[in-house]
Structure formats: C-alpha cells, structure tokens
C-alpha cells in the first residue's frame, strides 16, 4: 500500500478520525476538502463526501485517481435491519448492493443493471485484519450484507422490502456507491459502520440522538485497524 484513503459521509464521521492526527494539509477539489497527513509511517487522505451515492462517488475516485489512494477505508452509521443489531454495534460489510437501483420493468433483479451485479465484495483482506483487531481487543463485530440507496429509511415497510429482497443486515446511503468505483478501478476496500437507528418509524429521532456516538464506535475500531496496517 502506498497511499489510504479513509471515508465517512458526513462531517461528524470523520471528525473522530481527524482528532487522532496531526500536521494535516487541507486542499480544496471539486467543492470538497480533502486531509492529507502521515501516521505511522503511513500517507493517508481522509475525506467526507456529503451525503448519497453521487457524492461518495465522486469522493472516491477523486481519492484514487487525483491523490493517488490505492486502498480505501470508509466509516461511518448505518440504519440497523439484522435484529441483533443496536445502536452502537458495529458491521463490517462482506457485501453490498443498490437497493435503490430498479429496472425490473426489464425483467431484471433489483440491483442490478447489465454488465453490472447486484453484490459487490469487501477485501478479504482487510476483512481479516479487521478481524483479527476485534478479537485482541475484544470488539464485537457482525460481518453482513450492507444495502444502500438515496433515501434515508424511515419505515418499516421500506426496511422489510430490502431485508427481504437483499437479505441485508444494516442500509445506508454511500457503501455501495464507494464499491462499485474501487471494485471497477481495482482498489481494495473495507466498509464498516455502527448501528445509529434502526430505519423505522424513530430512525430520524434515534439518528439525530446517535449519529455522534455510534460514528465515534465505528472511527475508533477504524483507528485501531489503520494502526494495524502498518503492522
Ligand atoms: N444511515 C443511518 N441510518 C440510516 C437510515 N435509517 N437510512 C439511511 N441511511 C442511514
């Protein structure tokens, strides 16, 4: 690896992250800023994109093709649909997909469009390394199937349609989007979140009270997983 890119959507996302860093260069591109520092030996760009799949999008290929990432980390919160998830837990996606992105008027699969696929994969990797801090330090952790899109889900209704269609543990609205750009550009990924409501009916009361919290769960396993990187 010569240079990581560390995600999160919104602000409060990489915030945790940033208080763990010094002597950071900020350069403005394409209305956003961008981080650039050294930790551990390690060049890092840490950014937040702005909430959706078109920004994380652009977040992410500016991180690969303009700064030159070639392996990515994103953190952040994720709207809960595996029951033994609760606020605060954490979820590394082993996969993920569009649950958003709709031709079935075509006869296609939800998700998917041609020369496309309805899951993308995670780094086993990273997945491992990630793993394997858990367990020295005693995190729990749920590998699962992220689903994203550009609402923020607030229903039941909405929530049982992608668990049932997509099998998905945790939804979100950037994962996928980020997978789908560092699996076409060849760049390994990790995507890990924690849980800050539930996607129904209290989600966007539980999201304002949790974004904080669960954020500062995900960037503080995130931390300890970058300290292994280098290891
Ligand atoms: N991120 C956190 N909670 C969410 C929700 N309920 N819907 C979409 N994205 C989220």
């Known amino acids: 690896m010569t240079k990581l890119a560390i995600m999160g959507a919104m602000e409060e996302e990489?915030?945790?992250?940033?208080?763990?860093f010094d002597n950071v260069k900020v350069t403005e591109f394409a209305k956003n800023k961008y981080y650039e520092l050294t930790y551990n030996g390690l060049d890092i760009v840490v950014a937040y994109s702005k909430i959706g799949k078109v920004f994380a999008?652009?977040?992410?290929?500016?991180?690969?093709?303009?700064?030159?990432?070639?392996?990515?980390?994103?953190?952040?919160?994720?709207?809960?649909?595996?029951?033994?998830?609760?606020?605060?837990?954490?979820?590394i996606a082993k996969k993920l997909c569009q649950h958003d992105l709709d031709i079935t008027a075509f006869g296609h699969p939800h998700g998917f469009v041609p020369e496309g696929a309805v899951y993308v994969e995670t780094s086993k990797e990273l997945r491992q390394?990630?793993?394997?801090?858990?367990?020295?330090?005693?995190?729990?952790v749920?590998?699962?199937?992220?689903?994203?899109?550009?609402?923020?889900?607030?229903s039941s209704e909405r929530k049982e349609f992608i668990e049932s269609t997509f099998k998905a543990d945790a939804l979100e609205m950037e994962g996928a989007s980020v997978a789908v750009i560092?699996?076409?550009?060849?760049?390994?990924?990790?995507?890990?979140?924690?849980i800050s409501d539930t996607a129904d009916?209290?989600?966007?009361?539980?999201?304002?009270?949790?974004?904080k919290s669960s954020a500062k769960n995900s960037a503080e396993?995130?931390?300890?997983?970058?300290?292994?990187?280098?290891n």
Do not use: W
């Open 14 to 20: 990489i915030e945790p992250l940033l208080a763990h």
């Open 57 to 91: 999008s652009l977040t992410a290929t500016t991180m690969i093709e303009k700064f030159g990432c070639d392996t990515l980390l994103f953190s952040g919160v994720a709207g809960g649909i595996n029951p033994t998830l609760k606020i605060g837990d954490l979820i």
């Open 129 to 140: 390394i990630a793993f394997d801090v858990a367990h020295e330090n005693g995190i729990e």
């Open 142 to 154: 749920l590998e699962g199937t992220i689903a994203t899109g550009d609402q923020f889900v607030h």
């Open 182 to 194: 560092c699996d076409a550009l060849n760049v390994p990924f990790f995507i890990l979140r924690a």
């Open 201 to 211: 009916m209290d989600a966007g009361f539980d999201f304002d009270e949790f974004l």
């Open 221 to 230: 396993y995130l931390i300890k997983i970058v300290n292994k990187l280098n």
